[in-house]
């Protein structure tokens, strides 16, 4: 269901790594002349592809949350006079007055956390090490997660872990979290991560007993799934007739989101024998092929990409 953190080593070697960047790039079908947007940054790599194939009337639109990410942007992009700049999250697309006045042919969206992100253990979204419990893509506002553990009633906490992590254990877990809490808060990555291995108990192969609830607290933590709903339909009034959206997603939550997105802007009639017939609307979305994933060769090469699914949509004229 998610990106898991390799050894430290293999982490610096496939960070700068786009996932199926061939595939987005034909997805996309850029035009040297396009406007574009690549609305989750992170460190470039689409984005520098994308890029590498617009003339001089060319324009790409970055944005991104994460203002370790703003900054590389700024410090690789800001003197192209083709690259605009944005901090702020690609759900707010819509507010950039640049993008309303001109439109779009094409944007990209990378969801989920970043390869960066999990490196560096300072920000908290990994429980390969201590740190902080943090968990915030977005460091200059919002509750981090050990803010979130402090406050929520303990059904909250148990909704979080199993709506956003499938976590069979919810429940077991959230009891645990807020009698500990009662003796003192949860604030580090280690801390949370050995009380939730204590409820689950034994450990699915290969996986930590860990991944779902810190994938379930990143997903509240930072609103993903909102983010997700509100981009889509950003997205799709910001495109021009015939432009192209790529979605990359990582799990099964935010595939569906897409998924019915599309299907939904189809103009496809989703319908009940037993209910009165509804009037199919007008379609707005064509989908681009199939369903794409990561090839054997890339997953060898970058085993972060291997629960990849990406899916393009055309707007309609």
Not at 102 to 130: C, E, W
Request: net charge neutral; aromatic share 6%; hydrophobic share 40%.
């Amino acid at each position: 269901m998610e990106r898991e953190r390799g050894a430290a080593m293999a982490g610096l070697q496939l960070r700068h790594i786009p996932v199926m960047l061939d595939e987005v790039l034909e997805g996309l079908a850029l035009q040297s002349c396009g406007r574009y947007l690549d609305g989750t940054f992170g460190r470039g790599g689409h984005a520098r592809a994308m890029l590498a194939r617009l003339s001089d009337s060319g324009r790409l639109f970055l944005m991104d949350r994460d203002p370790t990410a703003i900054a590389e942007a700024q410090a690789s992009f800001a003197a192209d006079p083709r690259v605009a700049i944005r901090h702020d999250n690609f759900a707010t697309m819509g507010e950039w007055p640049e993008l309303a006045e001109g439109g779009l042919d094409g944007i990209l969206l990378d969801l989920g956390v970043s390869s960066p992100q999990l490196d560096d253990t300072s920000r908290g979204f990994s429980f390969m090490g201590d740190a902080p419990l943090d968990m915030r893509m977005d460091t200059s506002r919002g509750e981090s997660a050990a803010d979130f553990l402090a406050m929520a009633e303990e059904r909250e906490i148990a909704d979080v872990l199993w709506q956003f992590g499938e976590e069979r254990f919810s429940r077991r877990i959230a009891k645990a979290i807020v009698e500990r809490r009662a003796e003192q808060p949860i604030t580090r990555t280690s801390e949370l991560a050995d009380l939730v291995a204590r409820c689950v108990g034994r450990r699915e192969p290969g996986k930590n007993p860990a991944t779902r609830s810190f994938q379930a607290l990143r997903i509240r933590v930072n609103g993903e799934l909102d983010a997700v709903d509100r981009g889509l339909a950003a997205a799709l009034d910001l495109l021009k007739p015939g432009g192209r959206l790529a979605v990359i997603s990582f799990h099964s939550l935010e595939d569906r989101a897409v998924k019915q997105f599309i299907r939904k802007h189809e103009g496809r009639v989703q319908g009940n024998r037993r209910a009165p017939p509804v009037e199919a609307k007008a379609a707005l979305l064509a989908p681009v092929g199939k369903a794409r994933f990561p090839s054997d060769a890339e997953v060898a090469a970058n085993p972060r990409s291997r629960s990849a699914v990406l899916r393009v949509a055309e707007k309609l004229g």
